[in-house]
């Protein structure tokens, strides 16, 4: 009963403190390559975003798609 609430909220709690920490340290880690390297930096952002979008893209048209079937 009330050991099993505490030890689920624990591990919720747990999660989203490992969840945040790898947040915090991929954004510095980004940060610190972006001050580091700005033009490099610039370039990986524009692919990133242009891959992104493309994914976006492709995934929109699927659905569009298969909601016309």
Do not use: R
């Amino acid at each position: 009963g009330m050991i099993m609430i505490i030890s689920d909220n624990l591990l919720i709690d747990v999660g989203v403190i490992m969840m945040s920490l790898a947040i915090v340290l991929i954004t510095g880690f980004f940060l610190y390559v972006l001050i580091k390297n700005p033009v490099k930096s610039f370039k990986f952002v524009l692919k990133g975003t242009a891959i992104l979008t493309l994914g976006l893209a492709a995934w929109f048209g699927l659905f569009c798609l298969l909601n016309e079937l």
